[in-house]
T-cell receptor, first 112, second 110 residues
Framework: KAGVTQTPRYLIKTRGQQVTLSCSPI?????VSWYQQTPGQGLQFLFE???????NKGNFPGRFSGRQFSNSRSEMNVSTLELGDSALYLC???????????FGQGTRLTVV | GENVEQHPSTLSVQEGDSAVIKCTYS??????FPWYKQELGKRPQLIID?????GEKKDQRIAVTLNKTAKHFSLHITETQPEDSAVYFC?????????FGAGTTVTVRA
């Protein structure tokens, strides 16, 4: 079956702009989590959605937001972009509970 | 919230030797501990996981141990091969959140 798909793969934005990233989970997976990956910082948890509800949120400013649709697809939005937002943004989907999280290939965001 | 610490940050081993990565977690409610491998330019992929009711799990050259009392778990790779070179992440899950360590860059020298 198809894996987790993230679009777009690459983005270049200027400071102050806003951006929306998309994640399509594996069919049947209702949980979608978002992570920010930067060199030396590992995978920083942004938020997790399940059945269109945000169940958990990491320690990121309010400029980072997300949502999930009825088909489990999720979007992440970052407003008023800063240079420090440059990173690889990964989403992961899983069935609920203690099951494997499958990652997408990520969206590489560069803020100039 | 959960805090996962991972050591070492880099590890260089001779091909054929063993590699050990250690992680500690803070939340005693965490009950699921996966390990992910990320090769350069690729997505993280699960290599092994362990649940809190199990103390050890092995899959070919890879093994994971869990000490719930001490809140630490470890990844052991035996007979390392060049294809084991990658970044390895440990993680701990409490409720709905999977928290990751900062990663260990493993280099296997031929």
């Amino acid at each position: 079956k198809a894996g987790v798909t993230q679009t777009p793969r690459y983005l270049i934005k200027t400071r102050g702009q806003q951006v929306t990233l998309s994640c399509s989970p594996i069919s049947g997976h209702r949980s979608v989590s978002w992570y920010q990956q930067t060199p030396g910082q590992g995978l920083q948890f942004l938020f997790e959605y399940f059945s269109e509800t945000q169940r958990n949120k990491g320690n990121f400013p309010g400029r980072f937001s997300g949502r999930q649709f009825s088909n489990s697809r999720s979007e992440m939005n970052v407003s008023t972009l800063e240079l420090g937002d440059s990173a690889l943004y990964l989403c992961a989907s899983r069935q609920d509970g203690n099951t494997e999280a499958f990652f997408g290939q990520g969206t590489r965001l560069t803020v100039v | 919230g959960e805090n996962v610490e991972q050591h070492p940050s880099t590890l260089s081993v001779q091909e054929g030797d063993s590699a050990v990565i250690k992680c500690t977690y803070s939340d005693s409610a965490s009950n699921y501990f996966p390990w992910y491998k990320q090769e350069l330019g690729k997505r993280p992929q699960l290599i092994i996981d362990i649940r809190s009711n199990v103390g050890e799990k092995k899959d070919q050259r890879i093994a994971v141990t869990l000490n719930k009392t001490a809140k630490h778990f470890s990844l052991h790779i035996t007979e390392t091969q060049p294809e084991d070179s990658a970044v390895y992440f440990c993680a701990a899950k409490d409720d709905y959140k999977l928290s990751f360590g900062a990663g260990t860059t493993v280099t296997v020298r031929a």
